[in-house]
C-alpha cells in the first residue's frame, strides 16, 4: 500500500513562488508514474503535472515554463516547483501515483490510484 503526504502549501502573492513536496511510503518510487492535480473552488480536478518511470515530465499548457516537477528516489520524494504564480492557480494540490502503464500524461494524473490528502495553495494580492 503506497501513502503519500504532501507539504509545502501556502499563502503567496501573484508572482511568488511556493515548492510542494511528497512523501512517499510504502514502495520504491520508481515503481510508479507520479503527478501533481488540484481542484480549485467549485471547479473539477485538473491534472497539472506529470513525471514518468522515464523521468519524462508532462505537463499542461496554463502550468508549462512556470511549473517544475521532479522527483529525488534517494529520499522516496515528489516535488513541484511553482513559479510565477497567478490567481488562478490558487487549489487544493495533490500528489498522485499509479503503476499502470497506460496512465501516463498530466491529463491523467486524477485518475491515479493513489493520492495524498492536498495542500492548499492560495495566490492572492
Known amino acids: 500500500q503506497v501513502h503519500l503526504q504532501e507539504s509545502g502549501g501556502g499563502s503567496v502573492q501573484p508572482g511568488g513562488s511556493l515548492r510542494l513536496s511528497c512523501a512517499v511510503s510504502?514502495?520504491?518510487?520508481?515503481?510508479?508514474?507520479l503527478g501533481w492535480f488540484r481542484q480549485g473552488p467549485g471547479k473539477e480536478r485538473e491534472g497539472v503535472a506529470a513525471?514518468?518511470?522515464?523521468?519524462?515530465?508532462d505537463y499542461i499548457p496554463s502550468v508549462q515554463g512556470r511549473f517544475t516537477i521532479s522527483r529525488d528516489p534517494a529520499v522516496n520524494a515528489l516535488y513541484l516547483q511553482m513559479n510565477s504564480l497567478k490567481s488562478e492557480d490558487t487549489a487544493m494540490y495533490y500528489c498522485?501515483?499509479?503503476?499502470?502503464?497506460?496512465?501516463?500524461?498530466?491529463?491523467?494524473?486524477?485518475?491515479?490510484?493513489?493520492r495524498g490528502q492536498g495542500t492548499q495553495v492560495t495566490v492572492s494580492s
Open positions: 498522485a501515483a499509479d503503476s499502470a502503464y497506460y496512465l501516463n500524461g498530466a491529463s491523467r494524473v486524477p485518475e491515479f490510484s493513489y
Open positions: 510504502g514502495d520504491d518510487l520508481r515503481r510508479f508514474s
Open positions: 513525471i514518468g518511470r522515464n523521468g519524462r515530465a
